[in-house]
């Protein structure tokens, strides 16, 4: 399989890796996990792109769209923790914190807050899918029927 | 008997009662794809008996409004009575696949810090088959239903 990189010409050896395994994989997944092995983060975007981590140097087409849904559900994406399994283990604590006030969370992690919405996303303007809801200044409701 | 087939899975969430009592919730994570292009995690609740999805009013910022009003006034029933709602058309992506549907805005939808609204069914549930295990705290998904 030949791959489409035009974007390596500043990283020499970086691009010859990758060119070599271009050649030698026999399909998009086992250039994935060729690239899996050697320790090089990757993924591959909505629109078919393939990504590689750190670097952010793209194939662009790498596989067309339908094969990038396929291919994105069954591999991790980039810096994508559990943001929500985060936020509901640590509920309590970051009610203390922030209650009353709009959070970002991003990596496992608050990467912003405020008391406005607006406000906060002009702070996580840099951020891929950051997680955003409303922290609570009360006690939280956990019984509720909507029936719309 | 019929047999279902489902891709994927979706553990529910846990979160504590102040009681320490565990309530599971079936949580979605959907990305709103926002008028600047920039995508925005936004947790929902698995709700079928939500016929739209349903986002609470304070997020207007997210879809480019200056107030939540903008919008088609709609008529919505809730457990509380018939209630204004806004409907917008956004994008979002959800289960891989990205789907442009209708999406309203509630005031009365109560704050809750694991989830901003409910995942409705129009549009988007035509994407989807859902099995629900509730217990075992699971919902499954396939995307050729």
């Not at chain 2, 529910?12 to 959907?30: A, M, R």
């Amino acid at each position: 399989m030949k791959l489409p990189v035009t974007t390596f010409e500043k990283i020499g050896d970086f691009k010859n890796v990758i060119e070599s395994m271009s050649i030698e994989a026999q399909s998009p997944t086992e250039f994935l996990a060729a690239l899996e092995r050697i320790g090089i983060g990757s993924y591959v975007t909505e629109e078919g792109h393939l990504m590689i981590r750190y670097w952010q140097i793209g194939a662009e087409d790498f596989v067309p769209p339908e094969q990038a849904s396929i291919i994105r559900t069954s591999r991790p994406l980039p810096d994508q923790g559990d943001n929500m399994d985060w936020l509901s283990k640590n509920l309590q604590t970051i009610r203390q914190e922030y209650g009353g006030k709009w959070v970002a969370v991003y990596n496992e992690r608050i990467v912003a807050s405020s008391s406005t919405l607006p406000d906060l996303m002009n702070q996580i303007e840099e951020y891929d899918r950051p997680l955003i809801t409303l922290i609570p200044a009360g006690p939280v409701i956990w019984t509720f029927t909507y029936a719309l | 008997m019929p047999s279902k087939n489902f891709e994927r899975s979706v553990k529910f969430y846990e979160g504590k009662t102040q009681n320490g009592i565990s309530v599971w919730l079936p949580l979605v994570d959907v990305s709103l794809i926002t008028p600047s292009n920039s995508r925005i995690s936004l947790p929902l609740l698995f709700d079928t008996g939500a016929s739209v999805i349903t986002l609470r009013a304070d997020l207007y910022p997210l879809l480019g409004l200056r107030s939540w009003d903008e919008g088609l006034k709609v008529q919505t029933g809730t457990g509380g009575g018939q209630v204004d709602a806004y409907q917008y058309t956004a994008t979002i992506e959800v289960f891989g696949k990205s789907i442009q549907c209708p999406i309203q805005l509630l005031p009365t939808l109560p704050l809750h810090p694991l989830f901003c609204g409910l995942l409705g069914r129009d549009t988007v549930f035509n994407e989807f088959g859902f099995g629900f295990w509730e217990s075992t705290h699971e919902l499954f998904v396939t995307e050729s239903p």
